[in-house]
């Protein structure tokens, strides 16, 4: 995992980075949760989203917001972290010029951010968004929304409540050539505790099933999916 440093809009950020072994890689971009309430790029959710993608063969990026570690700046209520997201992806963009394709995780704060970047570009191909706060931020720009994803839960989430997320991904899955699967995890909490090995499985059978079709998620019908166990 080795540390990079990268220039951002507000000065230089802080990440680590795995470059994929094979030729044209595909892209993850992932994102912390939020930074006023101790989000960082080491967080143990974004920490097992970053092996998932890395295990599956993905050129994958994780880094700090301004302000947070040794990311330069200070907290600027999402506009200037969707700016550092969109200056993360440029920067793995100039190493992977010839990526077959290109995602977006995050979790909490960084699945709003994600989902930002999604909208704003159009070369992101899919998303793993994990326990987006939908009872806190709007997510109605999603529209509509331009690729297909997973979107995971957990059923004992204390800080966004199941049912505005299910509310949420059952309004994406209704979009014509969009595919979203929504995984709860039961007795999960926000943080997911002791149930990281579950949200491991859901997002690697997730990336799985993009890679044995070898298409985008979008190339299918629409779908979503039952809970896990």
């Given at each position: 995992m080795p540390e990079v440093i990268f220039n951002g809009a507000d000065g230089r950020l802080e990440g680590r980075y795995h470059h994929g072994k094979t030729p044209n890689a595909p892209l993850a971009l992932l994102l912390h949760p939020h930074p006023q309430h101790g989000g960082t790029m080491n967080n143990k959710v974004v920490y097992a989203l970053y092996h998932a993608f890395v295990r599956r063969g993905f050129s994958t990026l994780r880094f700090n917001f301004r302000g947070v570690g040794r990311s330069q700046g200070k907290f600027d209520n999402g506009q200037g972290e969707l700016s550092d997201a969109a200056s993360a992806l440029d920067w793995m963009q100039s190493f992977n010029a010839n990526a077959q394709a290109c995602w977006v995780g995050g979790f909490s704060f960084g699945a709003w951010i994600g989902m930002q970047l999604l909208m704003r570009r159009p070369e992101i191909d899919g998303f793993v968004s994990v326990a987006p706060?939908?009872?806190?931020?709007?997510?109605?720009?999603?529209?509509?929304?331009?690729?297909?994803?997973?979107?995971?839960?957990?059923?004992?989430?204390?800080?966004?409540?199941?049912?505005?997320?299910?509310?949420?991904?059952?309004?994406?899955?209704?979009?014509?050539?969009?595919?979203?699967?929504?995984?709860?995890?039961?007795?999960?909490?926000?943080?997911?505790?002791?149930?990281?090995?579950?949200?491991?499985?859901?997002?690697?059978?997730?990336?799985?099933?993009?890679m044995t079709h070898d298409t985008a998620p979008a190339a299918r019908a629409p779908e979503l999916a039952v809970a896990l166990p």
């Open positions: 706060p939908a009872n806190a931020y709007d997510f109605t720009f999603l529209a509509p929304c331009p690729s297909s994803g997973l979107i995971v839960h957990g059923t004992a989430d204390e800080l966004v409540p199941e049912p505005s997320v299910a509310k949420l991904a059952n309004k994406l899955a209704s979009q014509r050539n969009i595919r979203v699967k929504y995984r709860t995890i039961e007795g999960a909490n926000h943080f997911f505790g002791n149930h990281l090995n579950l949200l491991n499985e859901a997002v690697d059978d997730y990336l799985g099933q993009w």
